[in-house]
């Protein structure tokens, strides 16, 4: 993950400098380019996005470049300084990004940029959530809400994200991130687990197949240890049918352990997050 994160930061580097070189100001980048500079990788767009605070600032721009504006600029965590490039702080740019992503994008960016490798993570869902709570005229606000109800802090990438949401939206419960457990004398982490009904959520994704055998070794362990590990692949996770089958193992698992209480009817992800669904004190 980080060496990826390094590659997006230094491919974004380079377009902001080319873009500086193209205006006579101190731009402050937005949006994707906020994004990229931050080593967070999303699907490139062309134009390369900046902010000024007011309208009056507009200026003649060559055509890749697109000025916002936005009032809040003199906010202490309106913006931070990457290299010698300045852009929008990680909780300014998560509300920004609330007027181009759905709920379940939101989410995973919250889960991204609050993710529990301490080099790679970004902000914090305080950060986050104080941020939206104390801006003023904030377009997407409940949005910006809901999806933070729904991120968990310390996902280790946003494909464990996808699959934690979809679970959810199928009527299972909040599961634990990252959960430790002592098995064979060795502690193992699953990705995501029910502990109390001694199942577990791995995602593979395809550098697993470089340490196919350790995660064998480590499934096995588990299994002997009257565990239930569900993997899941990346290809899974797009198809909609592949995922409704997988769940209906995990309910089936879940139910045959005891676990009626805690499996629901599905639903979608607005509805979860509308503050009324507790999530369970982990």
């Given at each position: 993950?980080?060496?990826?994160a390094?590659s997006v930061?230094s491919?974004?580097?380079?377009?902001c400098?080319?873009?500086?070189?193209?205006?006579?100001?101190?731009?402050?980048?937005?949006?994707?380019?906020?994004l990229?500079?931050?080593?967070?990788?999303?699907?490139?767009?062309?134009?390369?996005h900046?902010?000024?605070?007011?309208?009056?600032?507009?200026?003649?721009?060559?055509?890749?470049?697109v000025?916002h504006?936005?009032?809040?600029l003199h906010?202490?965590d309106a913006?931070i300084k990457?290299?010698?490039?300045?852009c929008?702080?990680?909780a300014?740019?998560?509300a920004?990004?609330?007027?181009?992503?759905d709920l379940?994008?939101?989410?995973?960016?919250?889960?991204v940029?609050?993710?529990?490798?301490p080099?790679?993570q970004r902000?914090?869902?305080?950060q986050?959530g104080?941020?939206?709570?104390?801006g003023?005229?904030?377009?997407?606000?409940?949005?910006?809400?809901?999806?933070?109800?729904?991120?968990?802090?310390?996902?280790?990438?946003?494909?464990e994200s996808?699959?934690?949401?979809a679970?959810l939206?199928?009527?299972?419960?909040m599961?634990?991130?990252?959960?430790?457990l002592?098995?064979d004398?060795r502690?193992?982490?699953l990705?995501?687990?029910?502990?109390?009904?001694?199942?577990g959520?791995?995602y593979?994704?395809?550098?697993?197949t470089?340490q196919?055998?350790?995660?064998?070794?480590?499934?096995?362990?588990?299994?002997?240890?009257?565990?239930?590990v569900f993997?899941v692949?990346g290809?899974?996770?797009?198809?909609?049918?592949?995922m409704?089958?997988y769940?209906?193992?995990?309910?089936s698992?879940?139910l045959?352990?005891?676990?009626?209480?805690v499996?629901?009817?599905?639903?979608?992800?607005w509805?979860?997050a509308d503050?009324?669904?507790?999530r369970?004190k982990?």
């Open positions: 993950m980080r060496c990826k390094w930061q491919e974004y580097v380079q377009r400098r080319e873009a500086k070189r193209m205006v006579r100001f101190e731009p402050v980048f937005a949006l994707d380019m906020a990229g500079l931050m080593g967070i990788s999303i699907e490139i767009d062309p134009r390369m900046i902010v000024m605070s007011d309208r009056d600032q507009y200026r003649t721009l060559p055509a890749p470049i000025c504006t936005w009032n809040q906010r202490d913006v990457v290299f010698d490039m300045v929008t702080s990680p300014a740019t998560f920004h990004m609330a007027r181009r992503y379940e994008s939101l989410t995973m960016l919250a889960d940029m609050a993710c529990r490798d080099v790679l902000s914090t869902r305080l986050l104080r941020f939206v709570r104390e003023r005229r904030l377009t997407n606000r409940r949005l910006c809400m809901r999806a933070l109800r729904l991120s968990l802090p310390g996902t280790d990438s946003p494909y996808k699959l934690r949401l679970i939206r199928r009527g299972l419960p599961p634990v991130i990252n959960y430790s002592m098995v004398g502690v193992r982490v990705d995501m687990a029910y502990p109390e009904f001694r199942i959520m791995e593979h994704g395809m550098h697993h470089a196919y055998v350790d995660d064998c070794e480590r499934l096995n362990a588990l299994t002997a240890g009257e565990w239930k993997p692949w290809a899974m996770l797009s198809s909609e049918s592949a409704d089958r769940v209906r193992n995990v309910r698992a879940l045959a352990a005891g676990g009626s209480s499996v629901e009817e599905p639903r979608d992800l509805r979860l503050g009324r669904h507790h369970k982990r």
